[in-house]
């Protein structure tokens, strides 16, 4: 037995063989396991996600009505081709709600971009009352935005009995037309989306401060920086990449917009604030013409994905400027 043993160590790579099996053993037992434990959000993930995104890019190249083929199930669907992506494409009026969702989003991120930093550099230099604050700021972010868009948007904002047009009218002005003119409505609407998603910003532009050492501080006023400096210097070139990803993820936000708009304006007056996404919706729910509906969505998404590569290649190169 003694001889065997001395002979397996002996060997070249007796004992690293003996031990290898187990390991590879656990490895392929825990990588089963994984796949098991993985299992179920996959399967989540395909049922509602990829099978009803390649639902809806078959459905773009057919006639699909859900009037028509949703209710007789003995009319056939016909494939069209790309019928349906040129008529979307060649449509005015798909390219004037995509107007007003362009302005909405570029409005609605520069403020509350402008507005968060502000609010986030407020929170911390203030010595007292820090928390009382941080809860105020953020209460926005938790309301149902159809409840802000009728509160904020509608009563606030009505153009007879809302405070605001009745504090213009005690200081000698004449009440503004918030909701029946087309410029003043999308002002609306972006006051509106400014109030309840700064909040937002303020979270992750905080977060982004908080993470900045204090110690740059400091060793920057034993340089003789002034605060501007600091700001500047400091602060705008390390809170970059936090801001960036704060840019990104309103600005997809944004150009989904629907609920506000549903709730305040209705697209309206006309359609002078009618946004992609509502436009989508009356396409293909309130008119069932499911497969034009769908050649707008495929359109949007591709609006957004240029979105965020512009904002990813602008990133890159602001950030390494900045930095350098």
């Given at each position: 037995m003694t001889q065997a043993v001395d002979a397996r160590v002996a060997a070249p790579g007796g004992g690293e063989a003996a031990t290898a099996a187990p390991r590879k053993r656990k490895r392929r037992d825990d990588f089963r396991w994984k796949l098991i434990l993985l299992l179920p959000a996959v399967l989540v993930v395909l049922t509602f996600t990829i099978l009803p995104l390649l639902w809806t890019l078959g459905a773009s190249f057919t006639d699909f009505h859900?009037?028509?083929?949703?209710?007789?199930?003995?009319?056939?669907?016909?494939?069209?081709?790309?019928?349906?992506?040129?008529?979307?494409?060649?449509?005015q009026f798909f390219w004037h709600t995509a107007k007003n969702t362009i302005v909405f989003s570029v409005a609605t991120v520069a403020l509350e971009l402008v507005i968060g930093?502000?609010?986030?550099?407020?929170?911390?230099?203030?010595?007292?009352?820090?928390?009382?604050?941080?809860v105020w700021f953020l209460l926005p972010l938790f309301l149902s935005p159809?409840?802000?868009?009728?509160?904020?948007?509608?009563?606030?904002?009505h153009e007879a009995v809302g405070p605001v047009n009745d504090i213009l009218r005690d200081v000698g002005f004449a009440g503004i037309p918030w909701l029946s003119q087309a410029k003043w409505a999308m002002f609306t609407l972006i006051m509106v989306d400014v109030w309840q998603n700064t909040s937002f910003m303020v979270l992750l532009l905080y977060a982004g401060l908080m993470s900045i050492p204090d110690e740059l501080y400091e060793a920057a006023k034993v340089d003789g920086a002034s605060d501007i400096q600091g700001l500047f210097k400091i602060t705008l070139p390390l809170l970059a990449p936090v801001a960036m990803v704060a840019i990104l993820i309103k600005g997809l936000d944004a150009f989904k917009v629907v609920d506000i708009i549903k709730v305040?304006?209705?697209?309206?007056?006309?359609n002078s604030t009618e946004s992609l996404t509502l436009n989508i919706f009356d396409t293909s729910v309130r008119s069932g013409d499911i497969s034009v509906g769908a050649a707008?969505?495929?359109?949007?998404?591709?609006?957004?994905t240029?979105?965020?590569?512009?904002?990813?290649?602008?990133?890159?190169?602001?950030?390494s400027t900045l930095t350098d």
């Amino acid at each position: 037995m003694t001889q065997a043993v001395d002979a397996r160590v002996a060997a070249p790579g007796g004992g690293e063989a003996a031990t290898a099996a187990p390991r590879k053993r656990k490895r392929r037992d825990d990588f089963r396991w994984k796949l098991i434990l993985l299992l179920p959000a996959v399967l989540v993930v395909l049922t509602f996600t990829i099978l009803p995104l390649l639902w809806t890019l078959g459905a773009s190249f057919t006639d699909f009505h859900l009037f028509l083929h949703g209710f007789q199930k003995d009319v056939p669907v016909k494939f069209v081709g790309l019928n349906n992506w040129i008529d979307v494409m060649t449509d005015q009026f798909f390219w004037h709600t995509a107007k007003n969702t362009i302005v909405f989003s570029v409005a609605t991120v520069a403020l509350e971009l402008v507005i968060g930093l502000a609010v986030a550099l407020s929170l911390r230099n203030i010595t007292r009352g820090q928390r009382f604050f941080r809860v105020w700021f953020l209460l926005p972010l938790f309301l149902s935005p159809v409840a802000v868009g009728m509160i904020v948007g509608r009563m606030i904002f009505h153009e007879a009995v809302g405070p605001v047009n009745d504090i213009l009218r005690d200081v000698g002005f004449a009440g503004i037309p918030w909701l029946s003119q087309a410029k003043w409505a999308m002002f609306t609407l972006i006051m509106v989306d400014v109030w309840q998603n700064t909040s937002f910003m303020v979270l992750l532009l905080y977060a982004g401060l908080m993470s900045i050492p204090d110690e740059l501080y400091e060793a920057a006023k034993v340089d003789g920086a002034s605060d501007i400096q600091g700001l500047f210097k400091i602060t705008l070139p390390l809170l970059a990449p936090v801001a960036m990803v704060a840019i990104l993820i309103k600005g997809l936000d944004a150009f989904k917009v629907v609920d506000i708009i549903k709730v305040v304006t209705g697209g309206g007056p006309g359609n002078s604030t009618e946004s992609l996404t509502l436009n989508i919706f009356d396409t293909s729910v309130r008119s069932g013409d499911i497969s034009v509906g769908a050649a707008g969505g495929f359109i949007l998404l591709g609006i957004m994905t240029i979105f965020v590569l512009i904002v990813l290649a602008v990133s890159r190169r602001y950030v390494s400027t900045l930095t350098d």
